[in-house]
Nanobody
């Protein structure tokens, strides 16, 4: 059974850091492009970052310079390191996967989705 499970969310103060994990089971992430998305209350889901099968990375303008996406194929996991967090980063964060070389920050590109993890940035 193909499954993606996000973890690492929580409550953090502005300026703090969190590292989200996206663990895959039922398939090998080596052959997949991975995207991270988020959805804040009352807003549409938006792309945050993505990483291609060969490790090329992309970021939205709102997180560039603060977030870092990486993959550890040995652990079958993709990470999103989030630094200098702001209240506007508060959202449910989702990872998604597609068996292809190219990564995008378009929702419809991806075939598999995790259940999401809540990130709340507040003092």
């Amino acid at each position: 059974q193909v499954q993606l499970v996000e973890s690492g969310g929580g409550l953090v103060q502005p300026g703090g850091s969190l590292r989200l994990s996206c663990a895959a089971s039922g398939f090998t992430l080596d052959y997949y492009a991975i995207g991270w998305f988020r959805q804040a209350p009352g807003k549409e889901r938006e792309g945050v970052s993505c990483i291609s099968k060969i490790g090329s990375t992309y970021y939205s303008d709102s997180v560039k310079g603060r977030f870092t996406i990486s993959r550890d194929n040995a652990k079958n996991t993709v990470y999103l390191q989030m630094n200098s967090l702001k209240p506007e980063d508060t959202a449910v964060y989702y990872c998604a996967a597609r068996k292809t070389t190219i990564a995008t920050m378009t929702e419809k590109w991806y075939d598999y989705w995790g259940q999401g993890t809540q990130v709340t940035v507040s003092s």
